[in-house]
């Protein structure tokens, strides 16, 4: 099997796709916009060949890229980047080079704009918030006439939080008009809840191999754009309402030989046509793996490998990797450099001790999401989470 791998060192953990695709007997083959000496030695032990392109975002030298391999490999059964960032060029390559093995051009917008997905979660029958995209103030007026405010804007091609906003008044509606940014925004009305994930890697069927959730703060558009402290928490089992709603989403999306990352509220108030206290409603899809080292929190929370579990599906269609059925929690939680606090690095270190499975500083790229600090540990219950958030993020007076 040729495998191409898209930007194998960006988030760095990546370099372990790699290495179990190489260890199930595929040839790996990169193509990244770092240098082949700037990478990390244990990618550079997966990779048979490596292709430096000055600019990913030119199409041209991606093709070229593409056909350099295949004219020296033979035919290439596997594109890939697992990165939201360049899931379109992923898409847009498999259909030049009539690669069966993933999501062509034709069918990648309903996967990437928030206002396309609303089709598919009807077609699976999953509630989810009324959503305009907008086009003239007079247009966006009526849409909150009927739904009232607050609601949120958001790019309709957009990753995380970022250049998300809540209106909350006439006045901040007439605001954001004023200063429209010049990209398609949608607008969707506002839904009080926590925000749940359904992970998952499906095979060629569409069906679940290895399933996760997470929990995320409902309040992660301030942790952008205020930069406040980060947490969230993988938890023991999914929710069995949650899986349900997610298995479905992965069949009215069309879901195959994927590591995804769904999104869903968890309803803590209730809302009229959408559901009571407790219920899930459809957020948007994520067509990759949760960002940051969420996989590696789901491999702690799991005692398990999604990695291995990931390239048993490319190379087998199948999970060989059987459930350990040890399940906890893996908590992650993230400081700011700007920010005092309580507990020393030393302290966290020593208190926490083997529970502590992870204690970097994070790129500056993703400092803005995942802050600049981060600590992850495994916790066997709620209340050990909840003591870990508590000492890492207290802050000093």
């Given at each position: 099997?040729?495998?191409?791998?898209?930007?194998?060192?960006?988030?760095?953990?990546?370099?372990?796709?790699?290495?179990?695709?190489?260890?199930?007997?595929?040839?790996?083959?990169?193509?990244?916009?770092?240098?082949?000496?700037?990478?990390?030695?244990?990618?550079k032990?997966?990779?048979?060949?490596?292709?430096?392109?000055?600019?990913?975002?030119?199409?041209?030298?991606?093709?070229?890229a593409?056909?350099?391999?295949?004219?020296?490999?033979?035919?290439?059964?596997?594109i890939?980047?697992?990165?939201?960032?360049?899931l379109?060029?992923?898409?847009?390559?498999?259909?030049?080079?009539?690669?069966?093995?993933?999501?062509?051009?034709?069918?990648?917008?309903?996967?990437?704009?928030?206002?396309?997905?609303?089709?598919?979660?009807a077609?699976?029958?999953?509630?989810?918030?009324?959503?305009?995209?907008?086009?003239?103030?007079?247009?966006?007026?009526?849409?909150?006439?009927?739904?009232?405010?607050?609601?949120?804007?958001?790019?309709?091609?957009?990753?995380?939080?970022?250049?998300?906003?809540?209106?909350?008044?006439?006045v901040?509606?007439?605001?954001?008009?004023?200063?429209?940014?010049?990209?398609?925004?949608?607008?969707?009305?506002?839904?009080?809840?926590?925000?749940y994930?359904?992970?998952?890697?499906?095979?060629s069927?569409?069906?679940?191999?290895?399933?996760?959730?997470?929990?995320?703060?409902?309040?992660?558009?301030?942790?952008?754009?205020?930069?406040?402290?980060?947490?969230?928490?993988?938890?023991?089992?999914?929710?069995?309402?949650?899986?349900?709603?997610?298995?479905?989403?992965?069949?009215?999306?069309?879901?195959?030989?994927?590591?995804?990352h769904?999104?869903?509220?968890?309803?803590?108030?209730?809302?009229k046509?959408?559901?009571?206290?407790?219920d899930?409603?459809?957020?948007?899809?994520?067509?990759?793996?949760?960002?940051?080292?969420?996989?590696?929190?789901?491999?702690?929370?799991?005692?398990?490998?999604?990695?291995?579990?990931?390239?048993?599906?490319?190379?087998?269609?199948?999970?060989?990797?059987?459930?350990?059925?040890?399940?906890?929690?893996?908590?992650?939680?993230?400081?700011?450099?700007?920010?005092?606090y309580?507990h020393?690095?030393?302290?966290?270190?020593?208190?926490?001790?083997?529970r502590?499975?992870?204690?970097?500083?994070?790129?500056?790229?993703?400092?803005?999401?995942?802050?600049?600090?981060?600590?992850?540990?495994?916790?066997?219950?709620?209340?050990?989470?909840?003591?870990?958030?508590?000492f890492?993020?207290?802050?000093?007076?």
């Amino acid at each position: 099997m040729n495998f191409i791998f898209v930007s194998p060192h960006f988030p760095r953990t990546y370099w372990n796709f790699c290495d179990r695709l190489k260890k199930n007997g595929a040839n790996v083959l990169g193509i990244g916009d770092a240098p082949y000496n700037c990478l990390e030695p244990q990618l550079k032990d997966c990779l048979t060949e490596y292709y430096f392109v000055d600019n990913m975002e030119d199409y041209d030298k991606m093709y070229r890229a593409v056909a350099f391999f295949a004219f020296k490999y033979g035919r290439i059964d596997w594109i890939e980047s697992n990165n939201e960032y360049w899931l379109e060029s992923d898409a847009r390559l498999r259909s030049d080079f009539n690669i069966a093995s993933g999501v062509r051009a034709e069918q990648i917008a309903g996967w990437k704009n928030k206002f396309d997905m609303k089709k598919f979660y009807a077609a699976g029958k999953i509630p989810t918030a009324r959503c305009h995209r907008i086009t003239t103030k007079e247009a966006a007026q009526k849409f909150v006439d009927e739904v009232q405010f607050p609601v949120i804007v958001k790019p309709d091609n957009g990753v995380g939080a970022h250049d998300t906003w809540k209106l909350s008044s006439q006045v901040e509606f007439d605001n954001f008009f004023d200063h429209l940014p010049p990209v398609q925004y949608v607008m969707e009305e506002f839904v009080a809840g926590d925000i749940y994930s359904y992970d998952a890697i499906c095979d060629s069927h569409g069906e679940p191999l290895f399933e996760s959730s997470s929990v995320f703060p409902p309040s992660i558009m301030d942790i952008v754009l205020k930069e406040e402290d980060l947490s969230y928490w993988t938890i023991p089992q999914v929710p069995q309402a949650l899986a349900k709603l997610g298995r479905a989403a992965l069949k009215s999306f069309g879901v195959k030989n994927r590591f995804v990352h769904m999104e869903f509220f968890r309803l803590t108030q209730a809302k009229k046509g959408l559901g009571a206290v407790g219920d899930f409603v459809g957020l948007e899809v994520n067509m990759r793996p949760a960002g940051g080292y969420t996989p590696d929190m789901m491999n702690y929370a799991h005692s398990t490998d999604v990695y291995q579990i990931w390239a048993d599906m490319v190379c087998s269609d199948k999970r060989l990797l059987k459930d350990s059925g040890d399940h906890h929690y893996c908590v992650y939680a993230a400081r700011r450099d700007k920010r005092r606090y309580v507990h020393s690095n030393q302290e966290i270190v020593e208190r926490y001790g083997e529970r502590l499975v992870m204690n970097e500083r994070m790129p500056q790229v993703m400092a803005a999401t995942m802050g600049n600090q981060m600590y992850m540990a495994k916790a066997k219950t709620q209340e050990d989470k909840d003591e870990f958030l508590k000492f890492v993020l207290e802050q000093a007076r």
